[in-house]
């Protein structure tokens, strides 16, 4: 590299932010409340059935309003933190979670619930934006793998915690406590982020795109509910084929309209880059996995081997234990740096595969053959997860990080959902295959069980309900392995790619400015801009 090409990347580099641990703690305290209400609500089903009178569809709600709000806003939440600063809706974030919580824990009926949960929802999304955008500002190159590891680790922690810190709060007090415990955190967040956070936005001022940001709430909304009734409408039914559609139209639209207009919110140049597919791709099968793991988890451990909620809770800890400590004491993050990201992602997600299958293999009839795949999923989560992230924030402009950061959530909540809706079909078209005549048609355990006869027969559903669940885990390893395959393929080519034009010397044929009207082209085998700035004013891109 020349010096002048040195001097640029260390200019592009910020400065070392001294109280940057500090506000990194407080980002992930942040971050931890929003991660664990999407998980602290499932443990609190039985007080609001008999507090609030709450129906089936009146729960599905509760929990799925958080999500889809979050989901839909992910996007635009991210374009405006660059747009008017990631302090002020870092800061907006903390006050509308607080809020929300507050009215969620004093909630009188369940429309009131489900209503401050969407409000919740939305200080979700600007949260989990603009707390990776900032982590991007305020540390250097160097020390960035770190800290998005401890960033990533914080939201292994939350799924972990959620139903534990829910079980325990409603062995003490009403269910409105699982929401009252957000406000302190959110005060103290809001105090420390003023005082600590450093102001930071897109300095070229684009306009706000407001057709774009109804699209994408649009597209996602509606794919995202899609994803979330298949499993209980039916993937063919009316609802959720109409949703996906008018979803899929949307987007298509979003991304029609984004190619043409001058100030686009998600630049659709960034998937000419190599990089920044290769994340995408892998980002939404390590999600897959993770989504859908868990979700199979928890069935396996009550369902199959007999353990109570709480006891099952305690036993998918390891998995995320092992992600959090790997990552805090940043030994993942010297591994990437080692390694380098093509490599800790294909190694990481390869693991994560590993476990998955050892999970179905040895721990079909026991907690002991379980353990020791939920550790290695737990190492295959830190290495892999922190270096996705830091593959698409890298590809994407730093001025660019609030949305670059809404495609890292909105690529979480989309293959997590995925996870749970394919997997989810795999078990239960397994396990109805292989049900004894007396139980046929049952669509869950429960009423197999119930319509079985014989203890033989009753023997009989419990074994097919396994084999689903053995069968739909190992869907889920061979997804996850394929999809560090391609990320690590993509990711690999695109650095090579970096490192070629990076030596290619520079000619005066290369350099000459391009005939008036012409739009400069590239030299053969050079690699295409980084972040999709080529054909776009320098000024704008930045």
Request: with cysteine; proline share 5%.
């Amino acid at each position: 590299m020349s010096s002048v090409a040195s001097a640029a990347a260390t200019a592009e580099s910020p400065p070392r932010h001294p109280a940057r641990w500090i506000i990194l703690g407080v980002i992930c305290l942040a971050q931890l409340t929003v991660v664990l209400d999407n998980t602290v609500l499932n443990v609190a089903v039985p007080s609001l059935n008999k507090e609030l009178g709450a129906t089936t569809a009146d729960i599905q709600w509760m929990i799925n309003a958080y999500s889809l709000v979050q989901s839909g806003l992910l996007l635009t939440a991210g374009n405006a933190a660059d747009r008017y600063g990631r302090k002020k809706m870092l800061a907006a974030g903390l006050v509308l979670f607080g809020l929300g919580s507050v009215c969620a824990g004093f909630a009188q009926s369940a429309g009131q619930l489900i209503a401050a949960r969407a409000g919740m929802g939305i200080g979700g999304a600007l949260l989990l934006t603009t707390t990776l955008a900032v982590v991007v500002q305020i540390f250097d190159d160097e020390e960035r793998p770190k800290a998005i590891g401890i960033w990533g680790a914080v939201n292994s922690l939350g799924f972990a915690a959620g139903p534990l810190l829910g079980g325990s709060l409603l062995n003490h007090f009403w269910w409105g406590s699982i929401f009252l415990i957000n406000l302190p955190v959110a005060v103290l967040g809001l105090i420390a982020v003023l005082k600590l956070v450093p102001e930071s936005k897109n300095p070229s001022g684009d306009r706000p795109d407001l057709p774009g940001a109804l699209l994408s709430m649009i597209g996602m909304v509606c794919v995202v509910f899609a994803i979330i009734s298949g499993p209980d409408h039916g993937w063919l039914s009316a609802r959720v084929l109409g949703s996906a559609v008018i979803g899929v139209l949307a987007l298509a639209a979003f991304a029609r309209w984004e190619l043409h207009t001058p100030h686009p919110m998600l630049d659709m140049h960034f998937f000419r880059d190599r990089k920044f597919v290769g994340a995408v791709a892998g980002g939404i099968l390590v999600a897959f996995g993770m989504g859908g793991s868990i979700f199979l988890l928890t069935q396996h451990l009550q369902l199959v081997l007999g353990y109570e909620p709480l006891e099952a809770g305690l036993r998918t800890a390891p998995l995320a234990l092992t992600a959090v400590v790997l990552n805090f004491s940043g030994i993942a993050g010297k591994l990437m740096v080692r390694m380098g990201t093509p490599r800790t992602i294909a190694v990481g997600m390869t693991l994560l595969a590993g476990g998955l299958a050892a999970v179905s293999l040895l721990g079909a009839h026991s907690y002991s053959g379980m353990l020791a795949g939920l550790i290695v999923m737990g190492i295959g989560v830190a290495l892999s997860m922190p270096a996705m992230a830091n593959a698409i924030m890298s590809a994407i402009p730093p001025a660019k990080a609030g949305v670059g950061a809404g495609v890292n959530g909105t690529l979480m909540e989309c293959g997590q959902g995925l996870g749970v809706a394919v997997l989810g079909a795999v078990l239960n078209s397994r396990f109805t295959a292989l049900l004894p005549a007396v139980a046929a048609g049952a669509g869950s355990l429960p009423a197999a069980l119930a319509a079985a006869r014989t203890d033989a027969d009753r023997a009989v559903v419990r074994d097919a309900f396994a084999s689903g669940i053995q069968t739909s885990q190992l869907v889920g390893a061979v997804a996850v392995f394929a999809g560090g395959v391609v990320a690590g393929v993509l990711l690999g080519r695109a650095e090579r790619a970096e490192r070629a034009a990076a030596q290619q010397p520079m000619t005066p044929d290369a350099t000459a400015a391009p005939v008036a009207g012409e739009a400069a082209v590239p030299a053969p085998g050079a690699a295409p801009e980084t972040g999709g700035r080529a054909g776009r004013p320098r000024a704008e891109a930045e």
